[in-house]
Protein backbone atom coordinates (compact mmCIF):
# COMPACT_ATOMS: atom_id res chain seq x y z
CA UNK A 1 0.00 0.00 0.00
CA UNK A 2 1.61 3.37 -0.77
CA UNK A 3 1.78 6.17 1.80
CA UNK A 4 -0.78 8.84 2.16
CA UNK A 5 0.97 11.76 0.47
CA UNK A 6 0.25 14.96 1.12
CA UNK A 7 3.50 16.97 0.21
CA UNK A 8 2.70 17.73 -3.23
CA UNK A 9 0.60 16.92 -6.27
CA UNK A 10 3.89 16.30 -7.97
CA UNK A 11 3.81 12.87 -6.33
CA UNK A 12 0.92 11.65 -8.42
CA UNK A 13 1.98 8.33 -10.18
CA UNK A 14 0.80 7.66 -14.11
CA UNK A 15 -2.70 6.45 -14.84
CA UNK A 16 -3.25 2.69 -16.10
CA UNK A 17 -3.75 4.64 -19.31
CA UNK A 18 -0.82 6.51 -19.73
CA UNK A 19 1.49 3.24 -18.81
CA UNK A 20 -0.31 1.71 -21.90
CA UNK A 21 0.04 4.74 -23.67
CA UNK A 22 3.80 4.81 -23.04
CA UNK A 23 3.66 1.26 -23.86
CA UNK A 24 2.52 1.59 -27.49
CA UNK A 25 3.60 5.43 -28.43
CA UNK A 26 4.98 5.75 -31.25
CA UNK A 27 8.73 7.80 -31.23
CA UNK A 28 11.30 9.46 -32.94
CA UNK A 29 13.75 11.67 -32.60
CA UNK A 30 13.03 15.05 -31.18
CA UNK A 31 16.01 16.97 -31.69
CA UNK A 32 15.27 16.77 -35.37
CA UNK A 33 11.39 17.22 -34.77
CA UNK A 34 10.56 13.95 -35.74
CA UNK A 35 8.77 12.75 -33.14
CA UNK A 36 4.98 12.28 -33.98
CA UNK A 37 4.22 12.00 -30.29
CA UNK A 38 5.75 14.67 -28.70
CA UNK A 39 4.35 17.02 -32.26
CA UNK A 40 0.80 15.81 -30.92
CA UNK A 41 1.47 16.46 -27.64
CA UNK A 42 2.98 20.27 -28.25
CA UNK A 43 0.08 21.06 -30.63
CA UNK A 44 -2.44 20.47 -28.04
CA UNK A 45 -0.62 22.29 -25.70
CA UNK A 46 -1.20 25.20 -27.87
CA UNK A 47 -4.27 24.72 -28.60
CA UNK A 48 -4.99 25.10 -25.00
CA UNK A 49 -3.31 28.02 -24.16
CA UNK A 50 -3.95 29.99 -27.17
CA UNK A 51 -1.15 30.03 -28.34
CA UNK A 52 0.33 29.59 -32.05
CA UNK A 53 3.33 26.88 -31.15
CA UNK A 54 4.49 25.00 -28.08
CA UNK A 55 8.15 23.63 -26.73
CA UNK A 56 8.45 19.82 -24.34
CA UNK A 57 10.32 20.49 -21.83
CA UNK A 58 11.80 18.05 -19.11
CA UNK A 59 10.35 20.13 -15.84
CA UNK A 60 8.79 23.79 -14.66
CA UNK A 61 11.65 25.15 -13.53
CA UNK A 62 13.77 24.45 -16.99
CA UNK A 63 10.53 25.64 -18.65
CA UNK A 64 10.53 29.19 -16.83
CA UNK A 65 14.65 29.60 -16.92
CA UNK A 66 14.49 28.98 -21.26
CA UNK A 67 11.74 31.32 -21.58
CA UNK A 68 13.58 34.18 -19.63
CA UNK A 69 16.30 33.50 -21.42
CA UNK A 70 14.39 33.68 -24.84
CA UNK A 71 12.80 36.99 -23.59
CA UNK A 72 15.68 38.31 -22.01
CA UNK A 73 19.69 40.40 -22.66
CA UNK A 74 22.63 39.59 -20.41
CA UNK A 75 21.94 42.48 -17.42
CA UNK A 76 18.50 43.13 -18.39
CA UNK A 77 16.13 43.14 -15.52
CA UNK A 78 12.99 41.35 -14.85
CA UNK A 79 9.94 42.42 -12.95
CA UNK A 80 8.21 39.49 -10.47
CA UNK A 81 6.32 38.95 -7.23
CA UNK A 82 8.83 38.15 -4.80
CA UNK A 83 6.94 34.91 -3.62
CA UNK A 84 6.96 33.71 -6.75
CA UNK A 85 8.60 30.16 -7.21
CA UNK A 86 10.94 32.08 -10.12
CA UNK A 87 12.95 33.66 -7.17
CA UNK A 88 11.81 31.59 -4.36
CA UNK A 89 12.43 27.95 -5.73
CA UNK A 90 14.28 27.95 -8.78
CA UNK A 91 17.71 27.63 -7.17
CA UNK A 92 18.73 31.69 -8.47
CA UNK A 93 19.00 29.90 -12.07
CA UNK A 94 18.11 32.99 -13.56
CA UNK A 95 21.42 34.50 -12.91
CA UNK A 96 23.34 31.94 -14.06
CA UNK A 97 21.73 30.77 -16.84
CA UNK A 98 20.26 34.29 -18.51
CA UNK A 99 22.47 36.77 -16.44
CA UNK A 100 19.51 38.94 -15.53
CA UNK A 101 18.75 40.86 -12.64
CA UNK A 102 15.65 39.93 -10.76
CA UNK A 103 13.91 42.59 -9.25
CA UNK A 104 11.32 41.57 -6.70
CA UNK A 105 8.04 43.97 -5.47
CA UNK A 106 4.82 43.28 -4.09
CA UNK A 107 6.10 41.52 -0.63
CA UNK A 108 2.82 41.62 0.89
CA UNK A 109 0.91 40.01 -1.95
CA UNK A 110 -0.49 36.55 -2.90
CA UNK A 111 0.04 37.99 -6.44
CA UNK A 112 2.48 40.56 -8.32
CA UNK A 113 0.24 43.81 -8.33
CA UNK A 114 -0.42 45.70 -11.99
CA UNK A 115 0.72 49.23 -10.07
CA UNK A 116 3.86 48.09 -8.82
CA UNK A 117 4.96 47.28 -12.33
CA UNK A 118 3.77 49.89 -13.53
CA UNK A 119 6.28 52.19 -10.84
CA UNK A 120 9.12 49.99 -11.57
CA UNK A 121 9.55 49.86 -15.51
CA UNK A 122 12.94 51.70 -16.20
CA UNK A 123 13.06 54.94 -17.96
CA UNK A 124 15.21 54.65 -21.06
CA UNK A 125 18.26 57.00 -21.86
CA UNK A 126 20.13 57.14 -18.65
CA UNK A 127 23.22 54.47 -18.13
CA UNK A 128 23.12 53.99 -14.73
CA UNK A 129 19.83 51.90 -14.96
CA UNK A 130 19.49 47.95 -16.24
CA UNK A 131 16.83 47.67 -18.99
CA UNK A 132 13.27 46.60 -18.42
CA UNK A 133 12.94 43.76 -20.43
CA UNK A 134 10.38 41.56 -19.17
CA UNK A 135 7.44 40.72 -16.43
CA UNK A 136 6.99 37.05 -14.81
CA UNK A 137 3.08 36.62 -13.17
CA UNK A 138 2.19 33.25 -11.34
CA UNK A 139 -1.12 31.56 -12.05
CA UNK A 140 -2.32 29.96 -9.75
CA UNK A 141 0.39 30.84 -7.11
CA UNK A 142 2.25 29.08 -4.79
CA UNK A 143 0.93 29.80 -1.99
CA UNK A 144 -2.48 28.50 -3.91
CA UNK A 145 -4.29 31.40 -4.81
CA UNK A 146 -5.76 32.24 -8.08
CA UNK A 147 -4.91 35.53 -9.84
CA UNK A 148 -8.42 37.41 -10.91
CA UNK A 149 -8.37 37.66 -14.81
CA UNK A 150 -9.48 41.86 -14.28
CA UNK A 151 -5.78 41.79 -12.90
CA UNK A 152 -4.07 40.04 -15.56
CA UNK A 153 -6.19 42.46 -17.58
CA UNK A 154 -4.69 45.74 -15.70
CA UNK A 155 -0.77 43.87 -15.87
CA UNK A 156 -1.16 44.02 -19.31
CA UNK A 157 -2.10 47.24 -19.32
CA UNK A 158 0.59 48.47 -16.55
CA UNK A 159 3.22 46.27 -18.59
CA UNK A 160 3.28 48.15 -21.98
CA UNK A 161 5.07 46.94 -24.47
CA UNK A 162 7.30 44.47 -22.08
CA UNK A 163 6.21 41.12 -22.77
CA UNK A 164 4.80 38.94 -19.98
CA UNK A 165 6.01 35.64 -18.88
CA UNK A 166 3.35 33.54 -17.24
CA UNK A 167 4.25 30.77 -14.71
CA UNK A 168 1.15 28.49 -15.37
CA UNK A 169 2.58 25.39 -13.48
CA UNK A 170 -0.68 24.95 -12.26
CA UNK A 171 -2.13 26.50 -14.79
CA UNK A 172 -5.26 24.53 -15.53
CA UNK A 173 -5.89 24.47 -11.60
CA UNK A 174 -6.37 28.14 -11.75
CA UNK A 175 -9.20 27.72 -14.98
CA UNK A 176 -10.78 25.28 -13.38
CA UNK A 177 -11.02 27.56 -10.44
CA UNK A 178 -12.03 30.48 -12.78
CA UNK A 179 -14.77 28.08 -14.82
CA UNK A 180 -12.99 29.07 -17.65
CA UNK A 181 -10.76 27.74 -20.51
CA UNK A 182 -7.22 27.89 -19.89
CA UNK A 183 -6.86 30.00 -22.50
CA UNK A 184 -8.72 32.89 -21.42
CA UNK A 185 -6.77 32.82 -18.64
CA UNK A 186 -3.01 32.97 -21.05
CA UNK A 187 -4.58 35.22 -22.87
CA UNK A 188 -2.75 38.18 -21.17
CA UNK A 189 0.40 36.88 -21.61
CA UNK A 190 2.74 36.72 -24.48
CA UNK A 191 4.28 33.01 -23.07
CA UNK A 192 2.82 30.51 -20.90
CA UNK A 193 4.42 27.50 -19.68
CA UNK A 194 2.52 24.76 -17.86
CA UNK A 195 3.24 20.96 -15.69
CA UNK A 196 2.07 17.91 -16.73
CA UNK A 197 3.57 16.48 -13.54
CA UNK A 198 1.51 18.61 -11.23
CA UNK A 199 -1.41 16.93 -10.62
CA UNK A 200 -2.13 15.76 -13.75
CA UNK A 201 -0.39 12.63 -13.02
CA UNK A 202 2.51 12.42 -15.84
CA UNK A 203 5.73 11.68 -14.93
CA UNK A 204 7.78 14.42 -16.15
CA UNK A 205 7.47 17.50 -18.46
CA UNK A 206 6.44 20.97 -18.74
CA UNK A 207 4.95 22.92 -21.81
CA UNK A 208 6.24 26.15 -23.09
CA UNK A 209 3.71 27.69 -25.00
CA UNK A 210 4.19 31.21 -27.24
CA UNK A 211 4.61 32.66 -30.81
CA UNK A 212 5.94 30.61 -33.50
CA UNK A 213 8.98 32.85 -33.66
CA UNK A 214 9.40 32.46 -30.42
CA UNK A 215 9.37 28.70 -29.92
CA UNK A 216 11.37 29.01 -32.54
CA UNK A 217 14.28 30.73 -30.40
CA UNK A 218 13.41 28.72 -26.91
CA UNK A 219 14.18 25.45 -29.19
CA UNK A 220 17.56 26.45 -29.72
CA UNK A 221 18.04 27.84 -26.18
CA UNK A 222 16.24 24.20 -25.39
CA UNK A 223 19.79 22.64 -26.79
CA UNK A 224 22.23 24.81 -25.26
CA UNK A 225 20.66 24.17 -21.84
CA UNK A 226 20.93 20.31 -22.45
CA UNK A 227 17.46 20.02 -22.86
CA UNK A 228 17.64 18.16 -26.25
CA UNK A 229 15.92 14.93 -25.88
CA UNK A 230 15.29 12.28 -28.35
CA UNK A 231 12.75 9.25 -28.33
CA UNK A 232 11.25 10.88 -25.19
CA UNK A 233 7.76 10.50 -27.28
CA UNK A 234 7.26 7.76 -24.46
CA UNK A 235 6.53 10.47 -21.72
CA UNK A 236 4.62 12.87 -24.06
CA UNK A 237 2.16 9.83 -24.63
CA UNK A 238 1.53 10.25 -20.44
CA UNK A 239 1.09 14.25 -20.97
CA UNK A 240 -1.71 13.78 -23.81
CA UNK A 241 -3.98 11.58 -21.69
CA UNK A 242 -2.82 14.16 -18.79
CA UNK A 243 -4.42 17.08 -20.79
CA UNK A 244 -7.32 14.88 -22.12
CA UNK A 245 -7.98 12.61 -19.19
CA UNK A 246 -6.96 13.81 -15.82
CA UNK A 247 -6.88 17.65 -16.73
CA UNK A 248 -10.67 17.64 -16.64
CA UNK A 249 -10.76 16.25 -13.05
CA UNK A 250 -9.12 18.68 -11.18
CA UNK A 251 -12.08 20.21 -9.61
CA UNK A 252 -12.37 16.84 -7.80
CA UNK A 253 -8.95 17.99 -5.98
CA UNK A 254 -9.93 21.50 -5.35
CA UNK A 255 -13.44 20.13 -3.68
CA UNK A 256 -10.42 17.51 -1.44
CA UNK A 257 -9.06 20.69 0.02
CA UNK A 258 -11.95 22.18 0.77
CA UNK A 259 -13.17 18.99 2.78
CA UNK A 260 -9.66 18.79 4.34
CA UNK A 261 -9.27 22.30 5.20
CA UNK A 262 -13.17 21.99 6.99
CA UNK A 263 -11.68 18.72 8.63
CA UNK A 264 -8.64 20.81 10.03
CA UNK A 265 -10.40 23.73 11.54
CA UNK A 266 -11.98 21.52 14.12
CA UNK A 267 -8.19 20.26 15.60
CA UNK A 268 -7.35 22.87 18.57
CA UNK A 269 -3.64 23.23 17.59
CA UNK A 270 -4.63 23.99 14.27
CA UNK A 271 -5.04 27.60 12.11
CA UNK A 272 -6.30 27.67 8.88
CA UNK A 273 -4.59 30.15 7.09
CA UNK A 274 -7.08 31.09 4.35
CA UNK A 275 -9.88 29.11 2.52
CA UNK A 276 -8.41 27.08 -0.18
CA UNK A 277 -9.34 27.98 -3.73
CA UNK A 278 -7.40 25.28 -5.72
CA UNK A 279 -5.61 22.44 -4.49
CA UNK A 280 -3.43 23.56 -1.82
CA UNK A 281 -4.25 23.81 1.91
CA UNK A 282 -1.72 26.38 4.19
CA UNK A 283 -1.83 25.83 8.43
CA UNK A 284 -0.12 27.13 10.65
CA UNK A 285 0.01 24.61 14.14
CA UNK A 286 0.31 26.10 17.08
CA UNK A 287 -0.43 22.90 18.93
CA UNK A 288 2.68 21.90 18.34
CA UNK A 289 5.84 22.31 20.05
CA UNK A 290 8.27 20.44 18.11
CA UNK A 291 10.03 20.89 14.74
CA UNK A 292 8.28 20.59 11.74
CA UNK A 293 10.70 18.21 10.67
CA UNK A 294 9.88 16.10 13.65
CA UNK A 295 6.19 16.09 12.91
CA UNK A 296 6.99 15.20 9.46
CA UNK A 297 9.31 12.26 10.52
CA UNK A 298 6.75 11.25 13.75
CA UNK A 299 3.85 10.48 10.79
CA UNK A 300 6.49 8.67 8.28
CA UNK A 301 5.74 4.90 10.47
CA UNK A 302 1.89 5.72 10.31
CA UNK A 303 2.36 5.70 6.25
CA UNK A 304 1.79 9.63 6.18
CA UNK A 305 3.80 11.95 4.92
CA UNK A 306 4.63 15.59 4.50
CA UNK A 307 6.68 18.38 4.16
CA UNK A 308 8.19 19.78 7.01
CA UNK A 309 6.85 24.01 7.53
CA UNK A 310 8.10 27.01 5.87
CA UNK A 311 8.42 29.57 7.92
CA UNK A 312 5.94 28.53 10.17
CA UNK A 313 3.77 27.20 7.15
CA UNK A 314 2.86 23.71 6.46
CA UNK A 315 1.02 22.80 2.89
CA UNK A 316 -1.01 20.17 2.87
CA UNK A 317 -1.77 19.39 -1.38
CA UNK A 318 -4.64 17.17 -2.05
CA UNK A 319 -4.63 15.32 -5.51
CA UNK A 320 -6.02 12.22 -7.50
CA UNK A 321 -4.38 9.44 -5.48
CA UNK A 322 -5.39 11.16 -1.91
CA UNK A 323 -8.94 9.68 -0.57
CA UNK A 324 -10.94 10.51 1.71
CA UNK A 325 -10.34 8.32 4.13
CA UNK A 326 -6.94 8.98 3.66
CA UNK A 327 -7.05 12.83 4.85
CA UNK A 328 -9.31 11.69 7.39
CA UNK A 329 -5.89 9.35 9.27
CA UNK A 330 -4.34 12.23 8.37
CA UNK A 331 -6.47 14.33 10.23
CA UNK A 332 -6.86 11.46 12.95
CA UNK A 333 -3.02 11.41 13.33
CA UNK A 334 -2.38 15.05 13.05
CA UNK A 335 -4.92 15.64 16.32
CA UNK A 336 -3.32 12.97 18.14
CA UNK A 337 -0.16 15.09 18.29
CA UNK A 338 -1.48 18.24 19.29
Known amino acids: M ?35 TVNELEAEAARLTGKEAALFTPSGTFANQCAILTHSSSAGE ?19 ISRVQLRPTSPDSSHLNPDDVAARIRPEGDIHYPKTVLVCVEQATGDGTVVPLKVLERMRKAAGTLPIHMDGARLFNAAAALGVAPALVARHADTVMFCLSKGLC ?13 IDRARLNRKLMGGGMRQVGVLAAAGLVALREVRPGLAEDHAKAKRLAAALK ?8 REPEINLVFCRLPGWKGTGLELAESLRPEGIRIYPDEFGMYRFVTHRWLSDDGMAKFVKALRKRL
Open 2 to 36: RDIDLRSDTVTWPTPAMREAMARAEVGDDVCGEDP
Open 78 to 96: VLLAEKSHIIQHEAGGAAL
Open 202 to 214: APAGSLLCGTQEF
Open 266 to 273: KVPGVRLV
